[in-house]
């Protein structure tokens, strides 16, 4: 009995064992990096020379080092610091503290009194000056800590003496970017000299303005040009040391010499200053004004540049001290002159009139110093003449030498006459013949650059004929770049004559026959050079289209491109001359209707009173002014308006609502080019809202799940469509805002969840099930980080009530997670959409191929064949990396072509033109087939740059936050094309 219930009471222990040893809860592992400080200390111990030591130090400075061990590891190198009898090796220790401060997650505060305790005991000047350095870097980091920085500047300020250039230049550097903008109240130190608290930081760099060696006088021109970037107002008394700096031997300080009279021009352009050796006076931005001028002849090219670009800003110098730029001569001989009055009366004080017997006897006498007179006969006089015709690099033993860029301070001349000339419309047209001279420079760059700008002044002037002259011959230049330059050039200038009309005509006509590639781009030319001068070009209509009072003149071929640009120069001239049309003959007005068909963008509707029923004319126009502008947005917003009375997805005739509004928002665009963006926009918006509106209809959920295959097809198919139409909307766009991108982001969001409903009726798997749904959960957290701020706008929506319903989602099974998330798709409202300001849709328009050749392209088989595209890009953002050219061959095989950055130009704003070659090859075919070429605009979903998510997307897995894809926004191109196989 009693071995019984010893046994019984064992087993009952044993369960008690086992159900206690179940619940236990299990063991967590902590898993703790090795210290970086303990590893160091290792290695600097193991050294047996400064050799082995500086190779560890090298190898460490290579691996990350996490926040919360810098301290100790700082700890380290400053021990070993002071054990260290190489510079070498203290030099690098001094490096590692200032690359060790900048550690994300480290405050350096804790280390500033080590490091500048290392500057103590140092006698290398090397190394001082990189400990300098780092606590430069350690101050830089600490902005918030005036007391900090307080004492860095006191460092600063006692190694400014050291006989060491590097350590002054290190400690002006401090100065300038730690020194405080506003002195504060402090006693005097204990030393000989008083506290920099009580001196002006500015009086002490200024101090070393003349300092023997001219990297420190660089180095304290930048430090005070550093005080002025953050914001201290720079005294107007070191104006007279700039300028004397102007005259150093050292290019560099030149240099900053520029930039330091510059910034003062501007902080006290009214001040009046004198003029060395006379007693006249003038304007301190005036002056500072000719003495940069004078800098434009510089013996240093860099120099030359630098002061070239500086002209350009200095907007508000005198009138007369800015034309005296454009005239190479001298005034006076550098001497000032009197006038007649103050010399008589000189005379009649002295009693002396002049014999005539001597020449020039009644000259003045006063004799000046050349090197003196910086007025405007020596400083402003002929500066851009000099800048223009600049073409020397500098001085070598007295020999000059070919500059290595020949074209740097031609062009920054250019640019600094543009600038000032856009400001000026009486300089821009005295700066007019320096400008088109500029047109026959020998450099391509600088002659585009001159195109360019005289394009962008070209409202303030007009052009005459022996000026135009010399601007249309650059039309036989072989770049095609600077022939569309000019074209461009030529649709915004206005010409003065008739004849200059003619001539322009005549010598693009030259154009299209030499170079037939450019017939766009002349038609174009002609197309604005018509609207401009409708009175010049009405006298020349009848030469012009060869019509007689008298007789029947032939009728032209229309397959001229001469003759068609003939007609787009008359038909846009004749838009605001109504007179014009009575000259036209019969086969002209024919001409018109078959031009306005197929050339819509060239040939303007024009008011042609009853020719509307004999040859289809518009009578009408078609009202592009300011108010029919006004209407269609008005329109626009009603359309909106009206939409967002649709309170559910499920609403009674919501479908057909949509489905108007979208057809009328098409019309409106097609009607309207000035909306066209915003009204494509809209109508892809709410197409996305239809298709999500016809896939939660209810009888399609209310079925059971085997009789719905034929319908899930449907609906996957339309979840998938209104994804990528979300793509496009976010990409194809520019000129969104926050808010309309956050719509985008709610709509895909939809997609997404429509897409896990369909696959949770479909598929019977539940692993694959559980997964799609943590990755449904991931998007809706990130749409709640990335548009935080744009929640309140976006009430009774899919995403609101999903957010409500997080916790739950969060902790419910899978399947339960499929029914609320079907319930609440199903019961959520329609968004109303916001318009910001301007949309624009990126586009593109392929020009060459044109596809209407029927011969073919034949190569032989196996090599490769070049095709040219030349394409028009408008409203595409940064095109070098996201445009690309897709070729589609008959076999179903596709390549994607990604041009070089080179094969862009940027003719205009917002616009872009792609001038490329692609290689085709392929096996031999026994007849000719069509290729298709398109363009394809690529995006990635995890750089979306204009709302500067760049933080938030870092938190997201390379692998499931990136969605990366191609929208083709060009019209496909056929092209026939023909292997031959190789001959035997």
Same mark, same amino acid.
């Given at each position: 009995?009693?071995?019984?219930?010893? !046994?019984? *009471?064992?087993?009952?222990?044993?369960?008690?064992?086992?159900?206690?040893?179940?619940?236990?809860?299990?063991? !967590?592992?902590?898993?703790?990096?090795?210290?970086?400080?303990?590893?160091?200390?290792?290695?600097?111990?193991?050294?047996?020379?400064?050799?082995?030591?500086?190779?560890?130090?090298?190898?460490?400075?290579?691996?990350?080092?996490?926040?919360?061990? *810098?301290?100790?590891?700082?700890?380290? =190198?400053?021990?070993?610091?002071?054990?260290?009898?190489?510079? @070498?090796?203290?030099?690098?220790?001094?490096?590692?503290?200032?690359?060790?401060?900048?550690?994300?997650?480290?405050?350096?505060?804790?280390?500033?009194?080590?490091?500048?305790? #290392?500057?103590?005991?140092?006698?290398?000047?090397?190394?001082?000056?990189?400990?300098?350095?780092?606590?430069?870097?350690?101050?830089?980091?600490?902005?918030?800590?005036?007391?900090?920085?307080?004492?860095?500047?006191?460092?600063?300020?006692?190694?400014?003496?050291?006989?060491?250039?590097?350590?002054?230049?290190?400690?002006? $550097?401090?100065?300038?970017?730690?020194?405080?903008?506003?002195?504060?109240?402090?006693?005097?130190?204990?030393?000989?000299?008083?506290?920099?608290?009580?001196?002006?930081?500015?009086?002490?760099?200024?101090?070393?303005?003349?300092?023997?060696?001219?990297?420190?006088?660089?180095?304290?021109?930048?430090?005070?040009?550093?005080?002025?970037?953050?914001?201290?107002?720079?005294?107007?008394?070191?104006?007279?040391?700039?300028?004397?700096?102007?005259?150093?031997?050292?290019? $560099?300080?030149?240099?900053?010499?520029?930039?330091?009279?510059?910034?003062?021009?501007?902080?006290?352009?009214?001040?009046?200053?004198?003029?060395?050796?006379?007693?006249?006076?003038?304007?301190?931005?005036?002056?500072?004004?000719?003495?940069?001028?004078?800098?434009?002849?510089?013996?240093?090219?860099?120099?030359?540049? $630098?002061?070239?670009?500086?002209?350009?800003?200095?907007?508000?110098?005198?009138?007369?001290?800015?034309?005296?730029?454009?005239?190479?001569?001298?005034?006076?001989?550098?001497?000032?002159?009197?006038?007649?009055?103050?010399?008589?009366?000189?005379?009649?004080?002295?009693?002396?009139?002049?014999?005539?017997?001597?020449?020039?006897?009644?000259?003045?006498?006063?004799?000046?110093?050349?090197?003196?007179?910086?007025?405007?006969?020596?400083?402003?006089?002929?500066?851009?003449?000099?800048?223009?015709?600049?073409?020397?690099?500098?001085?070598?033993?007295?020999?000059?030498?070919?500059?290595?860029?020949?074209?740097?301070?031609?062009?920054?001349?250019?640019?600094?006459?543009?600038?000032?000339?856009?400001?000026?419309?009486?300089?821009?047209? !005295?700066?007019?013949?320096?400008?088109?001279?500029?047109?026959?420079?020998?450099?391509?760059?600088?002659?585009?650059?001159?195109?360019?700008?005289?394009?962008?002044?070209?409202?303030?002037?007009?052009?005459?004929?022996?000026?135009?002259?010399?601007?249309?011959?650059?039309?036989?230049?072989?770049?095609?770049?600077?022939?569309?330059?000019?074209?461009?050039?030529?649709?915004?200038?206005?010409?003065?004559?008739?004849?200059?009309?003619?001539?322009?005509?005549?010598?693009?006509?030259?154009?299209?026959?030499?170079?037939?590639?450019?017939?766009?781009?002349?038609?174009?030319?002609?197309?604005?050079?018509?609207?401009?001068?409708?009175?010049?070009?009405?006298?020349?209509?009848?030469?012009?289209?060869?019509?007689?009072?008298?007789?029947?003149?032939?009728?032209?071929?229309?397959?001229?491109?001469?003759?068609?640009?003939?007609?787009?120069?008359?038909?846009?001239?004749?838009?605001?001359?109504?007179?014009?049309?009575?000259?036209?003959?019969?086969?002209?007005?024919?001409?018109?209707?078959?031009?306005?068909?197929?050339?819509?963008?060239?040939?303007?509707?024009?008011?042609?009173?009853?020719?509307?029923?004999?040859?289809?004319?518009?009578?009408?126009?078609?009202?592009?002014?300011?108010?029919?502008?006004?209407?269609?947005?008005?329109?626009?917003?009603?359309?909106?308006?009206?939409?967002?009375?649709?309170?559910?997805?499920?609403?009674?005739?919501?479908?057909?609502?949509?489905?108007?509004?979208?057809?009328?928002?098409?019309?409106?665009?097609? =009607?309207?080019?000035? =909306?066209?963006?915003?009204?494509?926009?809209?109508?892809?918006?709410?197409?996305?809202?239809?298709?999500?509106?016809?896939?939660?209809?209810?009888?399609?959920?209310?079925?059971?799940?085997?009789?719905?295959?034929?319908?899930?097809?449907?609906?996957?198919?339309?979840?998938?469509?209104?994804?990528?139409?979300?793509?496009?909307?976010?990409?194809?766009?520019?000129?969104?805002?926050?808010?309309?991108?956050?719509?985008?982001?709610?709509?895909?969001?939809?997609?997404?969840?429509?897409?896990?409903?369909?696959?949770?009726?479909?598929?019977?798997?539940?692993?694959?099930?559980?997964?799609?749904?943590?990755?449904?959960?991931?998007?809706?957290?990130?749409?709640?980080?990335?548009?935080?701020?744009?929640?309140?706008?976006?009430?009774?929506?899919? *995403?609101?009530?999903?957010?409500?319903?997080?916790?739950?989602?969060?902790?419910?099974?899978?399947?339960?997670?499929?029914?609320?998330?079907?319930?609440?798709?199903?019961?959520?409202?329609?968004?109303?959409?916001? =318009?910001?300001?301007?949309?624009?849709?990126?586009?593109?328009?392929?020009?060459?191929?044109?596809?209407?050749?029927?011969?073919?392209?034949?190569?032989?088989?196996?090599?490769?064949?070049?095709?040219?595209?030349?394409?028009?890009?408008?409203?595409?953002?940064?095109?070098?990396?996201?445009?690309?050219?897709?070729?589609?061959?008959?076999?179903?095989?596709?390549?994607?072509?990604?041009?070089?950055?080179?094969?862009?130009?940027?003719?205009?704003?917002?616009?872009?033109?792609?001038?490329? $070659?692609?290689?085709?090859?392929?096996?031999?075919?026994?007849?000719?087939?069509?290729?298709?070429?398109?363009?394809?605009?690529?995006?990635?979903? @995890?750089?979306?740059?204009?709302?500067?998510?760049?933080?938030?997307?870092?938190?997201?897995?390379?692998?499931?936050?990136?969605?990366?894809? #191609?929208?083709?926004?060009? !019209?496909?191109?056929?092209?026939?094309?023909?292997?031959?196989?190789?001959?035997?």
């Amino acid at each position: 009995m009693a071995a019984h219930l010893k !046994k019984r *009471v064992y087993e009952e222990f044993s369960k008690v064992v086992q159900v206690t040893h179940e619940e236990a809860p299990a063991k !967590k592992l902590r898993l703790s990096k090795p210290s970086k400080s303990a590893a160091l200390h290792v290695d600097l111990c193991k050294a047996s020379s400064s050799t082995d030591a500086l190779q560890y130090l090298l190898t460490f400075s290579r691996k990350p080092v996490e926040a919360e061990s *810098v301290e100790g590891v700082v700890r380290i =190198l400053l021990e070993h610091y002071y054990k260290e009898t190489d510079s @070498s090796v203290r030099l690098k220790i001094a490096s590692l503290l200032g690359l060790l401060s900048k550690t994300p997650g480290f405050s350096p505060d804790c280390i500033v009194d080590d490091a500048i305790n #290392t500057l103590s005991s140092e006698k290398s000047h090397q190394v001082l000056a990189q400990l300098l350095d780092s606590l430069l870097v350690i101050g830089s980091q600490l902005p918030e800590s005036p007391a900090v920085r307080l004492r860095l500047i006191e460092v600063a300020y006692k190694n400014l003496s050291d006989s060491s250039f590097g350590v002054r230049t290190k400690c002006l $550097q401090l100065l300038g970017c730690l020194g405080l903008l506003e002195a504060p109240l402090g006693k005097d130190s204990d030393g000989p000299g008083p506290s920099l608290a009580m001196r002006d930081v500015q009086s002490i760099i200024s101090d070393y303005f003349g300092d023997q060696d001219p990297r420190v006088r660089t180095a304290a021109l930048k430090a005070m040009l550093q005080l002025h970037e953050r914001g201290m107002k720079i005294h107007q008394i070191i104006y007279d040391q700039a300028c004397r700096l102007l005259s150093d031997d050292y290019e $560099q300080v030149r240099s900053a010499a520029v930039q330091m009279v510059w910034v003062l021009s501007q902080l006290y352009p009214e001040s009046i200053v004198p003029i060395p050796s006379s007693n006249e006076e003038i304007r301190l931005v005036d002056d500072a004004f000719g003495k940069i001028s004078h800098m434009v002849s510089d013996g240093s090219w860099m120099v030359r540049v $630098q002061a070239a670009k500086t002209l350009g800003s200095m907007l508000q110098v005198s009138p007369h001290f800015l034309e005296q730029t454009l005239d190479k001569k001298l005034m006076s001989d550098l001497r000032r002159k009197r006038t007649a009055h103050e010399r008589a009366k000189e005379l009649f004080a002295s009693g002396e009139f002049s014999s005539g017997r001597k020449w020039a006897d009644d000259a003045p006498k006063e004799k000046l110093d050349t090197n003196t007179v910086n007025l405007i006969a020596s400083g402003a006089c002929g500066a851009f003449v000099h800048g223009l015709e600049d073409e020397m690099f500098g001085s070598l033993q007295g020999d000059l030498i070919p500059c290595s860029p020949p074209s740097e301070v031609r062009n920054a001349a250019v640019e600094a006459l543009c600038q000032l000339a856009r400001s000026s419309p009486s300089f821009a047209e !005295k700066c007019l013949d320096f400008l088109v001279d500029m047109f026959n420079d020998e450099i391509e760059e600088v002659r585009l650059q001159s195109i360019h700008v005289l394009r962008q002044i070209s409202t303030h002037i007009t052009l005459r004929e022996d000026q135009l002259d010399t601007v249309l011959a650059v039309l036989e230049d072989s770049s095609r770049d600077i022939r569309e330059a000019l074209h461009e050039l030529l649709c915004f200038t206005n010409v003065s004559t008739k004849e200059c009309i003619q001539l322009a005509l005549l010598e693009l006509l030259k154009n299209l026959n030499k170079y037939p590639t450019d017939r766009s781009s002349v038609w174009k030319c002609l197309k604005f050079l018509g609207s401009r001068h409708p009175t010049l070009v009405l006298p020349l209509v009848p030469e012009l289209l060869s019509t007689h009072p008298y007789f029947d003149t032939p009728e032209p071929d229309m397959d001229d491109p001469a003759y068609i640009a003939v007609l787009v120069l008359v038909f846009n001239a004749a838009t605001s001359c109504p007179t014009m049309p009575a000259l036209f003959s019969d086969h002209t007005f024919r001409h018109y209707a078959y031009l306005r068909d197929s050339l819509s963008h060239l040939v303007p509707p024009l008011r042609l009173p009853g020719r509307k029923q004999v040859y289809g004319l518009d009578s009408v126009d078609c009202g592009s002014g300011s108010g029919s502008v006004e209407s269609a947005q008005l329109f626009l917003q009603q359309s909106l308006n009206r939409v967002s009375t649709i309170q559910n997805l499920e609403a009674a005739g919501a479908p057909e609502l949509l489905d108007l509004t979208i057809r009328d928002l098409q019309r409106l665009g097609e =009607l309207q080019t000035e =909306l066209a963006g915003a009204a494509d926009f809209c109508a892809t918006f709410l197409r996305c809202q239809l298709l999500l509106m016809k896939a939660l209809q209810e009888k399609l959920w209310n079925i059971s799940v085997p009789l719905i295959l034929k319908q899930n097809i449907t609906v996957t198919a339309a979840a998938q469509q209104v994804l990528d139409e979300s793509y496009k909307l976010e990409f194809l766009y520019s000129g969104l805002e926050n808010r309309q991108v956050a719509t985008i982001h709610h709509v895909r969001l939809q997609a997404k969840a429509l897409q896990l409903i369909l696959a949770a009726r479909t598929r019977h798997g539940l692993d694959s099930l559980i997964s799609s749904c943590e990755k449904f959960l991931q998007d809706v957290e990130s749409f709640q980080r990335l548009f935080l701020t744009e929640l309140p706008h976006l009430q009774d929506s899919f *995403v609101e009530k999903l957010l409500e319903l997080l916790p739950r989602l969060s902790s419910c099974k899978p399947v339960e997670q499929v029914k609320i998330l079907q319930t609440t798709l199903r019961q959520s409202g329609l968004l109303q959409l916001r =318009l910001p300001e301007q949309i624009h849709r990126a586009t593109a328009t392929i020009i060459e191929p044109t596809g209407e050749s029927d011969n073919p392209l034949r190569f032989t088989s196996g090599l490769v064949v070049a095709l040219d595209i030349d394409a028009t890009l408008e409203h595409v953002q940064d095109p070098q990396n996201s445009v690309k050219v897709q070729v589609l061959y008959p076999d179903g095989q596709s390549h994607v072509i990604h041009p070089k950055p080179a094969d862009f130009r940027k003719p205009g704003p917002n616009r872009h033109r792609l001038i490329t $070659q692609v290689y085709l090859s392929h096996t031999a075919w026994t007849e000719p087939s069509q290729i298709e070429v398109r363009l394809l605009l690529a995006y990635s979903s @995890s750089c979306s740059s204009r709302l500067g998510w760049t933080d938030a997307m870092d938190s997201l897995h390379p692998a499931e936050g990136t969605v990366e894809g #191609t929208i083709p926004f060009s !019209k496909h191109v056929k092209v026939f094309i023909m292997p031959k196989p190789a001959r035997r």
